[in-house]
Every structure is written in C-alpha cells, then in structure tokens.
C-alpha cells in the first residue's frame, strides 16, 4: 500500500468519523442546505438553457 493510498483511507475513515458525530439537527440542516443549493443549480441551468433559444 502506498503513502497516498493509506493517506486517502485515513481521510476516509476521519470524515467517516466526523458524520457520525453530528447531532440529528446537524444532518437535517446539512440535507436541507444541500437540497437548496441543488434547486438552486438546476434553476441556474434552466435558465442558461432558456438563453440559448
């Protein structure tokens, strides 16, 4: 195993370890904002599609 590839597991397993320390208000807030900026971006992309014609 290389240097990148046990620092890429370590990455893995702390950001793994980080999710699983969040309260439940965290992750719902974390899924909302997430749910938002991708409604977002789609009505982003919409829009430049509409400029196009």
Same mark, same amino acid.
């Given at each position: 195993? *290389?240097?990148?590839? *046990?620092?890429?597991?370590?990455?893995?397993?702390?950001?793994? #370890?980080?999710?699983?320390?969040? *309260?439940?208000?965290? #992750?719902?807030? #974390? !899924?909302?904002? @997430?749910? !938002? #900026?991708?409604?977002? !971006?789609?009505? @982003?992309?919409?829009?430049?599609?509409?400029?196009?014609?």
């Amino acid at each position: 195993m *290389t240097n990148q590839e *046990t620092q890429q597991i370590a990455q893995a397993n702390f950001d793994q #370890l980080n999710l699983s320390l969040l *309260t439940d208000s965290q #992750l719902e807030f #974390l !899924r909302d904002e @997430a749910a !938002r #900026l991708l409604a977002e !971006r789609q009505k @982003a992309g919409k829009k430049e599609k509409n400029h196009a014609y």
